[in-house]
């Protein structure tokens, strides 16, 4: 029977993309060159494989003021202060605060039922502020954010300092909910919990099906409201 439930923020309560997609805009804006929508691919690509590295140990979040903007700058053929455009971008996230499709129903759902948790990668402040801004903070019996943990997912050590915090729950009675296949699931797998795929991306049922056998995700949901038939 589960106890506790630990939900990932980015993409999976809170909408990601389109904040950095207003960051992005605001970012070349400031910095006098001209943003076009169609780049947006561009910085999903390069923050992807950043943060997969990051997630792999071969880059830290210390890392990201010096690699990220510089990375899709060149991938663009853009010249600009990168350190400059992250700290800026960091501002325009620290304030958004979009929610996923059913984030807030969800949550209403499993409050009065879980330990809710927040497991996240990412700057502490920031997390803390969004979620604040959606109204979900409140929600949350404990929020755990990488900074603060002192290391990111998928690191088994992450689950470890979590459950350290949380008296008399063993990982086999928790659940992680993500989408980010690495990070939640392999994650949430290592420390023994049960997972969840958070599906955002348009597939098949074969596909699907596919991703179930390679990274034997307990559940896989498309929408978050189906949540409500597993807990």
């Given at each position: 029977?589960?106890?506790?439930?630990?939900?990932?923020?980015?993409?999976?309560?809170?909408?990601?993309d389109?904040?950095?997609?207003?960051?992005?805009?605001?970012?070349?804006?400031?910095?006098?060159?001209?943003?076009?929508?169609e780049?947006?691919?561009?910085?999903?690509?390069?923050?992807?494989?950043?943060?997969?590295?990051?997630?792999?140990?071969?880059?830290?979040?210390?890392?990201?003021?010096?690699?990220?903007?510089?990375?899709?700058?060149?991938?663009?053929?853009?010249?600009?202060?990168?350190?400059?455009?992250?700290?800026?971008?960091?501002?325009?996230?620290?304030?958004?605060?979009?929610?996923?499709?059913?984030?807030?129903?969800?949550?209403?759902?499993?409050?009065?039922?879980?330990?809710?948790?927040?497991?996240?990668?990412?700057?502490?402040?920031?997390?803390?502020?969004?979620?604040?801004?959606?109204?979900?903070?409140?929600?949350f019996?404990?929020?755990?954010?990488?900074?603060?943990?002192?290391?990111?997912?998928?690191?088994?050590?992450?689950?470890?300092?979590?459950?350290?915090?949380?008296?008399?729950?063993?990982?086999?009675?928790?659940?992680?909910?993500?989408?980010?296949?690495?990070?939640?699931?392999?994650?949430?797998?290592?420390?023994?919990?049960?997972?969840?795929?958070?599906?955002?991306?348009?597939?098949?049922?074969?596909?699907?099906?596919?991703?179930?056998?390679t990274?034997?995700?307990?559940?896989?949901?498309?929408?978050?409201?189906?949540?409500?038939?597993?807990?």
């Amino acid at each position: 029977m589960i106890r506790a439930v630990f939900m990932d923020i980015d993409n999976t309560l809170l909408d990601f993309d389109a904040a950095a997609q207003e960051g992005m805009a605001h970012c070349f804006e400031d910095a006098g060159l001209i943003y076009k929508p169609e780049m947006f691919s561009v910085f999903k690509e390069e923050n992807d494989r950043i943060w997969k590295k990051i997630e792999q140990g071969i880059l830290t979040m210390d890392d990201l003021p010096y690699v990220r903007w510089q990375a899709i700058l060149k991938k663009l053929g853009l010249e600009a202060d990168g350190v400059a455009m992250e700290m800026l971008f960091r501002k325009c996230l620290f304030y958004s605060a979009v929610p996923m499709e059913g984030a807030k129903e969800i949550l209403d759902h499993l409050q009065e039922k879980y330990i809710l948790c927040t497991a996240s990668n990412g700057p502490y402040e920031q997390q803390i502020c969004r979620l604040k801004k959606a109204d979900m903070l409140k929600d949350f019996d404990h929020c755990f954010v990488s900074e603060k943990i002192g290391v990111d997912k998928p690191d088994v050590r992450f689950f470890e300092r979590c459950l350290e915090q949380l008296p008399g729950i063993r990982a086999e009675k928790c659940m992680i909910i993500g989408d980010s296949l690495t990070a939640d699931i392999a994650g949430g797998q290592a420390a023994g919990m049960e997972t969840c795929w958070f599906c955002r991306e348009k597939m098949e049922e074969s596909e699907l099906e596919n991703v179930r056998r390679t990274h034997k995700a307990d559940h896989v949901i498309k929408r978050l409201e189906e949540l409500k038939d597993l807990l």
